[in-house]
């Protein structure tokens, strides 16, 4: 069914969206998760939420629409249809919609080797939905345009008082001496804390590492170990530069990856 113009997410953003990997015997991993930060999103948004079933019938669909193989599944959940103008309507039926991708590539090299990252010279500004998938990812993409422009693997955002917080699409985790740390995203009131994020970090925590959030200079990053980048969807993407700073990839990432693809690739238990 083709989406109505009148639809309030395509108008105004007025939604949130969550972007599911899926195993290819249909399950996903990290869907409880994903499903809380939904429905955090639309709470907070003041959208009626739709049921759990109506979500586990769109993943579901999608996950058919995958005929069995790996991938990824967008679940998209907007307003609905409204009228003229921001003022939401009292009674609003909410869109749920789903879409389905391959899983993206990246080369054997860059997950081998670590990424080449740049500093984005859009700033991430504070945002009263920070934490969310809201459908308004204009930052985003202006960051993506500059990636992509200056022939990068992947942009590092900072804070307008130049704190690094996180990639375009995925999160910053950095090991130091004797803990790893990754930035206190909710105290800068930007950025997304992705679920992948939250799994890492419990999954250190409960097997004895000390893992510290908090907001640190750009600076700071000249004396970590190493750096990571993560997502729900890509799993685990050692950093190996930053404009003109240089990291090894550790075995302790390197660890950190595969566990994680074979958690995601559904054989392991979170």
Not at 128 to 134: D, F, R
Not at 240 to 254: G, I
Request: aromatic residues 6%; proline residues 6%.
């Amino acid at each position: 069914m083709p989406l109505d113009p009148r639809d309030r997410g395509l108008a105004y953003g007025d939604g949130v969206f969550e972007t599911v990997r899926v195993t290819a015997s249909g399950k996903s991993p990290l869907w409880a998760r994903h499903r809380a930060r939904l429905y955090g999103g639309l709470q907070t948004l003041g959208i009626a939420q739709p049921s759990e079933s109506t979500l586990q019938a769109a993943l579901d669909a999608g996950v058919a629409a995958l005929g069995g193989e790996p991938g990824v599944v967008k679940l998209t959940v907007t307003r609905g249809v409204g009228g003229r103008g921001y003022l939401p309507p009292q009674s609003a039926q909410p869109t749920v919609l789903w879409q389905t991708s391959t899983l993206p590539e990246w080369s054997e090299r860059q997950r081998r080797e670590g990424l080449a990252l740049g500093l984005c010279q859009t700033p991430l500004y504070p945002d009263p939905l920070a934490g969310y998938k809201h459908l308004n990812r204009l930052a985003q993409v202006m960051a993506r345009r500059e990636v992509a422009q200056q022939g990068w693997d992947e942009g590092l955002l900072l804070s307008t008082r130049r704190q690094p917080l996180e990639a375009t699409s995925m999160n910053l985790f950095a090991r130091f001496a004797d803990h790893w740390w990754m930035p206190d995203l909710a105290a800068a009131g930007a950025g997304v804390e992705g679920v992948m994020q939250g799994h890492l970090r419990d999954t250190l925590r409960h097997g004895g590492e000390k893992v510290v959030c908090d907001l640190r200079p750009l600076s700071q990053l000249r004396t970590a170990e190493g750096l990571f980048l993560c997502n729900s969807v890509v799993g685990v993407l050692a950093v190996r530069k930053l404009a003109q700073w240089h990291w090894p990839v550790l075995a302790s990432v390197r660890e950190l990856q595969q566990s994680t693809e074979t958690f995601l690739a559904g054989s392991l238990k979170g």
